[in-house]
Structure formats: C-alpha cells, structure tokens
C-alpha cells in the first residue's frame, strides 16, 4: 500500500470521469473501513494503486426529510443514522440494522453508502494473496459450494458468469440452463434451449470432443457430468419429436439462399436460414448428405439413419436438397450468384495430405479419406493382416478401429508426438486401446520395403525424441539420430491431415480455402456470399463448424431481414439438485463387448430418462454462495428503499446483485449519491441479526420486517433475510400468504414453513434453515403483540 495514490475531487461527476479512465486500477473509498482490509490482504486479482475519497464531499451526508421519503446522502455514517430522530421516527428498522453494524468505533467511520456497496464476503474471496480461484474474481468455480460453507447462501447459487461448461463450449450452449429444465422435469424445453444453437445435437451428442465435459467443476468434487450422453438423449428426443422442433417457417420472407455442401456447415446454415423464412436449397456432391460426417466417420460412432432422418425432418421444414450435384461440373458458381440472393459455401475438407517416402507408389498404400470412405460405400477393402497407419487426430483412431473390426490381426499406430500430446480426444484413444491398437508414439516412417509384386514387405522407422524449442516451455520433435526399427505390415494407411478443394470457387479463395472478409459474420470478398465450416476456417471440429455456420446465418438474417428471429438461448437459474453434493458416478453410456463390436452397428447406447435425470441431478448449476455482504441490505429491502446514483434511481429490488469483484448493479463510474426511504404510514418494523458475538462478527442470519397490522391481521408486510442468500432475500411468497391472515401460532409456523420452501443447505450449513424459521416465528409472534 506504500504506492497507493489517494485522489480527491470537487464533484461527483469529476470522481465519475477518474473511475471510468482508471477502471481497472481504481476504487472507491465511502468509511474506508471495508476497502482498506481488501488492499492491505492482496485479495484482489488485480492491483488497485488508485483510491477515490468521498470524504469531505457535504453534497453526499446529512438525512433530509421530504414530501414523500427520507433521502439519506450515501456519505452519512452509520453512527448518525442510529441516533438520527428522524430515522428512528420515520424509519426505525434502518436504524435497527445500522445499530448492530459492528461496534460503535466503526460506526462513527462507516457509512450507509460503503455498506450497500462492500465486497463479497467469502473466506475463499477474502483470502490473503488471492490464492483461490474464486468465481467472484474472474475463476471458473465457487469454491464453497464443496468446500467450507458454513456461512453460505441456503438459497441456492447466483449467476456470476457463464459456466465453465457453456465458455468452453465452441458453440455457446446454455448447458446448466438445459440441465435446469431437466431438473424440473421439462426435457421438451432441455431440447429447446440445446435446439436453437444446435439442430443436429443426435450427432455432436455422438462425436463431439465434449471440451464442456472436461472443464465441468464436478471433475473436482468425483466425476465430469456426462454432457454428451445428455445431449445425445436430446439430440435423439429432437428427432423422436421432430413436429415440435423441425417446423416450417411462421412466415416466407421472398429470399432464395442456396447452399454448397450438406456438411455439418452447410446443414447449420439451411437450418436456420429457413427458419428465418428464406427458401433453401442444399448442393452436394455426394450421394448422401452429411459430408465427412457420412462418408468419413464410421457408422459404429455415428450410424448413417441419424444423418438419413436429419435429411428427413429437414425436407419437412421445406429444405431442398440436390444431391450427386458437383459445383464447376453439373452447376456453375456463376450461376449460384445468379440465381440466388445470397450464396452460403460450406464446402469440407476432402483432400488428403501426403507423405513422401521411399516406397511411396508399394500397392496396399492409402490415405485414410479413401479408406474411410470405401468403408462407407461398404466397399471390399483387402487390408491383410497386419496394418499400419500413421497418424495422431481422431482421423487416425478411426481407421486404426475399422481395421480391427476388418479382421485385421495387428493394427499399429505411428505417431511423431508423445503419446501425451496425441490430438486425438483421450475416448478414442482409450477405447482404440481397448480393442488392441497398438501405439508407437515419437515414431515415424522411413521407408517402405517392397516385395518383387510391388505390394508392402516391411517398414522402417525412424524413432523421435523431443527437445526444448526456442520458445520456453516448449518442444519439439526431432529424429533421434541411429535410432530406427522394422515392422512388417500388409497396408499402410496415412491420417496426417485434410485440406480444402475449392474448384468452382477461385474467385473467393486461395490455396488454402475461402477467403473472408469478415470472419465474424462470414462475409466474403464477393457480395451476398458467405462461408463457414472447414471451407473458411480450416479442418476444425464439427461443435466448431455448427457455431461459425450458427452466427453466419443470423449476419445473413440481419443483412437481408434487419433481424434475426428468435436465436438466443434460455435464460438460466441457479438452483440445483438437493443430491447434488454428494458423491456419485457419472452415468456412463452401455457399450458392446469388445469382441462383440462390428463395423456397422453402433458400439454405444443412449442413456435412459432415469440416467438422464441423475446427470441433471449431478450439475451443480456453478454459480456463487458467497452471501450478501450488507447488514443495512435487508432493511432497505423491506423498506422498499430507492438506490439514487449519478445516473438513475435504482430500485432496491435491483440495486443488490453478483457481479465479478463487486455486490451491486453499479456499472463503471457509477456513484451511490443517497438512498430514499418511504416514509413509515404507521407499520410495525424490527431488524434482529443473530451472530456469533454481539460487535464485529457479520450475521450468521438476519430479518427485517415491516408490517402492517390491525386486531391481530395482516394488512401489508415486507420481509426480507439477510446473510442467507447471495443478494437479500425478499420473501414474497410469505408475504402474500399473510396478507388478509390472522397471526395465529398456525399461520405463523405455516409461514416458516413456506419462507425454507425453496432452501437448498449446503452440507455446512443447514443450521440455517432452523434459524430463519425460528427468526421468523419469533418476530411475527412479536408483530401480533
């Protein structure tokens, strides 16, 4: 704190101005006595060496009463609060609850405006040095909700930012929002919110790398939820259900849209352009749509019906397809561009990448896309016995699985990298394992031996090894020199990479693909083209190609409809399972014994309903329990207070929320000038907080009433905890109950019983459930009397 510069200005708007040059650096101190303990602990990721003082400022202190409300400047310590005659006139509660504000020391320096405005109260948050990945700081977990949470919400979770499912996503999906739908038993609206990013979730629920699954919070706790066996059950329930999904457009907006290539770019882009009222028509080379998803990914990973009834419901939506229909030989891109009002390329990567070696022209030698699509076709493939293939993606593991399934005796993979450092997803390197492929990782092919008939004898190899690059922390792989060995081998199938063919296309391309103008929207050099997929971006996943192809149709929809329609996804709770804390498997897809595994029956099963709703049940939905931080929060809460800044007035309902590294609504530069109270019309009003210790530790629980009450019935009543969940929790339900009742000791249990209708304890902290209710209880018991 020795550098820590102290600015001091003349007005509110000039503290406005620094705040908004200096937001990553700057704070503001009201008492200070919150603001200084984070400083001096280093719990902040970031360095603040800026600090704005309102002290002085006499525009922000003093209580005035108005017309219709007490407006209380937010400079006003809470010292002057309590023994204001005013407030303790017209808004006793308010002084109730700044009275049990820590000690009377720090009453005299704290004020009403740093209260409101603290930071999250965690132990994790509030750690000397920033040590834990806190969620409220910018990480991707809260780590209370399986750790130390004695003090924490019982209300479930806030939403502070995307889960870390959703981030690491490639296409956005709103994941805890689907599993929030299952949890209530809604898979209809689970397969909404999937289905307006992703209409061929049967597919990616089948292939996809799942990068979601492998940064789920819960691999930290027992195991990863099983997002794909979860979207793969939507994804089938979608097609199961494709009335209700795969519908024709509401209205025809005149627009033609063709579309090159019935890949998963090219069916993205036909989906949701027709949604949106254009008319689509879909060009293919192939005889079947799908592209690489067909012809290049084997039918025991993904079965061919799958993609037969995606055309199906897609035909239904009033999708055109013109298939065995070559751009440059049956069609011309020129006439694309002529016939169209806007052209999409989503064109694949069909071309192989080759290796030159010595042996290259022995016969038994393929690329793994002439392999794989033989496989396909279902066409005779002789491979021998022993088969080699040199790869490393997921490319590579397929052929390797195909040729076991083939017959074949010894199947080998050769890859230049560490095993470690395969691209391939670790599942199908796993399951390649399972069925005896072999690896020999940092392994590379010499030479091909001959024999007289020109077909493969043996193989040399050159072994690797890896060293430290240029760049620290890195490596690279280079022979390790007299290190070679001999394989003997019938095929050898080269996977080492795919590129782009875009003949037809020269006029917005290169050799290496499309060229765009815009690779946000997809916009190419020519007007009203666009392109996505693999033919823009480079051979990539097929989650990849589904999300650039996803926001490519809605900058078409905008460019040629000023609108997108519906394509935002559901917004989501943060509320989950009772069951969730504890310990359990993930649900694991059924899979056929390795010896009972064949080249074209699915290998793996979609999980059942009752699976479906334990992996729901196991999303811990990840947001913060971190608990609201303000003592006067509650109070005002229940006052219905008004939250006056520099730019607007902000309902209490409203002011109070879960920000990174904050606990308000307040956007940068924004400054709590005073708080406006409605005068008390006669109500009964009371604030208890139950702590540990009567001065300086923070509530455990608290409640703040204001009521109205005649001959013993509820006329009006405001009701609001405090420390219990991660903004004040304003309980409306009770509220309505008690209105026009009687406070009998019925009513009143019934009353406690429904404020912990909707609690969901943490395993530290269940006692607080008995303390709200018994809080409750005992001040409605008091508000008769």
């Known amino acids: 704190m020795k550098n820590l510069e102290i600015y001091k200005a003349e007005t509110v708007n000039e503290i406005s101005d620094f705040l908004k040059e200096n937001e990553e650096s700057s704070r503001v101190m009201a008492g200070g006595t919150d603001l200084m303990g984070t400083l001096k602990e280093k719990i902040l990721p970031v360095n603040i060496?800026?600090?704005?003082?309102?002290?002085?400022?006499?525009?922000?202190?003093?209580?005035?009463?108005?017309?219709?409300?007490?407006?209380?400047?937010?400079?006003?310590?809470?010292?002057?609060?309590?023994?204001?005659?005013?407030?303790?006139?017209?808004?006793?509660?308010?002084?109730?609850?700044?009275?049990?504000?820590?000690?009377?020391?720090?009453?005299?320096?704290?004020?009403?405006?740093?209260?409101?405005?603290?930071?999250?109260?965690?132990?994790?948050?509030?750690?000397?040095?920033?040590k834990f990945e806190c969620m409220r700081k910018g990480g991707e977990r809260c780590n209370a909700v399986v750790?130390?949470?004695?003090?924490?919400?019982?209300?479930?979770?806030?939403?502070v930012r995307e889960t870390p499912c959703t981030s690491n996503c490639p296409n956005e999906t709103d994941i805890s929002g689907y599993m929030e739908k299952i949890r209530k038993g809604d898979i209809r609206g689970a397969a909404r919110i999937l289905f307006s990013v992703n209409p061929i979730a049967a597919v990616t629920g089948r292939i996809c790398p799942h990068t979601c699954q492998q940064h789920c919070n819960r691999r930290k706790f027992d195991e990863s939820v099983s997002i794909r066996a979860v979207e793969r059950y939507l994804g089938d329930y979608m097609l199961d259900n494709a009335r209700d999904f795969y519908k024709m457009p509401e209205w025809e907006n005149g627009k033609k849209a063709y579309i090159v290539g019935a890949g998963p770019s090219g069916l993205t882009a036909a989906y949701f352009l027709r949604r949106n009222g254009f008319k689509v028509t879909v060009f293919d080379q192939n005889d079947k749509i799908g592209g690489m998803?067909?012809?290049?990914?084997?039918?025991?990973?993904?079965?061919?019906?799958?993609?037969?009834?995606?055309?199906?419901?897609?035909?239904?939506?009033?999708?055109?397809?013109?298939?065995?229909?070559k751009i440059g030989k049956e069609m011309t891109a020129k006439r694309l561009y002529k016939d169209s009002d806007v052209?999409?390329?989503?064109?694949?990567?069909?071309?192989?990448?080759?290796m030159e070696f010595e042996g290259r022209d022995a016969d038994g030698i393929m690329s793994a896309m002439e392999f794989l699509h033989n496989i396909s076709e279902k066409q005779e493939q002789n491979i021998g016995k022993k088969v080699v293939v040199i790869g490393g993606g997921n490319t590579s593991f397929d052929v390797c699985r195909s040729a076991v399934k083939m017959g074949a005796e010894e199947v080998t993979l050769l890859a230049r990298r560490p095993f470690d450092q395969l691209a391939a997803d670790k599942d199908e390197i796993?399951?390649?394992?399972?069925?005896?492929?072999?690896i020999m990782d940092l392994t590379t092919l010499k030479k091909a031996v001959k024999n007289p008939d020109n077909s493969i004898d043996k193989l040399e190899l050159q072994k690797m090894k890896t060293v430290p690059a240029d760049e620290p922390g890195k490596f690279k792989v280079v022979p390790d020199e007299g290190k070679t060995e001999t394989i003997e081998a019938d095929s050898l199938i080269l996977a080492l990479g795919q590129g782009i063919d875009t003949t037809g296309f020269e006029k917005i391309s290169s050799k290496k693909g499309i060229y765009l103008k815009d690779e946000e929207t997809g916009e190419t050099e020519e007007e009203n083209v666009y392109s996505a997929g693999d033919a823009a971006y480079g051979p990539a996943t097929v989650i990849k190609a589904i999300y650039r192809s996803r926001k490519a149709a809605e900058n078409i929809s905008i460019d040629f409809l000023e609108a997108t329609g519906d394509m935002s996804t559901e917004g989501r709770s943060k509320i989950f399972s009772e069951t969730?804390?504890?310990?359990?498997?993930?649900?694991?897809?059924?899979?056929e014994d390795v010896a009972e595994r064949t080249l074209y029956n699915e290998i793996s099963q979609t999980i059942s309903t009752d699976e479906l709703l334990q992996e729901a049940d196991r999303c811990l939905n990840c947001g913060c329990v971190a608990v609201s931080p303000s003592d006067t929060g509650a109070a005002l809460t229940a006052l219905d207070a008004v939250i006056v800044t520099n730019e607007r007035e902000?309902?209490?309902?409203?002011?109070?929320?879960?920000?990174?590294?904050?606990?308000?609504?307040?956007?940068?530069?924004?400054?709590?000038?005073?708080?406006?109270?409605?005068?008390?019309?006669?109500?009964?009003?009371?604030?208890?907080?139950?702590?540990?210790?009567?001065?300086?530790?923070?509530?455990?629980?608290?409640?703040?009433?204001?009521?109205?009450v005649e001959d013993n019935v509820v006329k009006d009543i405001a009701i609001a905890f405090g420390a219990v969940a991660p903004t004040p929790k304003r309980l409306t339900e009770v509220e309505e109950f008690l209105k026009g009742?009687?406070?009998?000791?019925?009513?009143?249990?019934?009353?406690?019983?429904?404020?912990?209708?909707?609690?969901?304890?943490?395993?530290?902290?269940?006692?607080?459930?008995?303390?709200?209710?018994?809080?409750?209880?005992?001040?409605l018991a008091k508000l008769r009397d």
């Open 430 to 438: 796993d399951e390649a394992l399972k069925e005896g492929v072999k």
């Open 650 to 708: 902000i309902p209490v309902g409203e002011f109070f929320s879960t920000p990174i590294m904050g606990s308000t609504s307040l956007a940068c530069g924004e400054i709590v000038t005073s708080i406006k109270i409605p005068k008390d019309t006669g109500s009964k009003q009371m604030y208890i907080k139950h702590r540990t210790r009567k001065s300086i530790d923070f509530p455990i629980a608290s409640i703040a009433i204001n009521g109205t």
């Open 293 to 325: 998803l067909y012809y290049g990914i084997p039918e025991y990973r993904l079965p061919k019906e799958i993609l037969d009834r995606i055309k199906e419901v897609f035909e239904d939506m009033g999708i055109v397809f013109m298939m065995n229909t």
């Open 580 to 591: 969730a804390l504890d310990k359990t498997e993930s649900a694991k897809e059924k899979e």
């Open 147 to 159: 750790g130390n949470n004695i003090y924490h919400s019982i209300y479930g979770a806030a939403c």
């Open 49 to 130: 060496d800026k600090v704005v003082s309102l002290k002085g400022m006499e525009e922000l202190s003093g209580i005035e009463e108005k017309t219709d409300c007490i407006e209380i400047g937010a400079m006003t310590s809470l010292a002057d609060i309590v023994n204001s005659p005013l407030v303790n006139e017209k808004a006793p509660l308010l002084s109730q609850a700044a009275k049990t504000v820590a000690s009377p020391q720090i009453r005299h320096v704290a004020t009403i405006g740093g209260n409101i405005c603290q930071e999250p109260r965690c132990w994790y948050y509030r750690y000397q040095g920033d």
């Open 343 to 354: 052209l999409f390329v989503g064109i694949g990567a069909w071309t192989s990448t080759n």
């Open 741 to 779: 009742r009687e406070l009998t000791d019925p009513v009143i249990e019934n009353a406690a019983e429904i404020s912990v209708r909707d609690c969901l304890p943490l395993k530290e902290n269940e006692y607080k459930i008995k303390t709200v209710k018994v809080l409750l209880r005992r001040n």
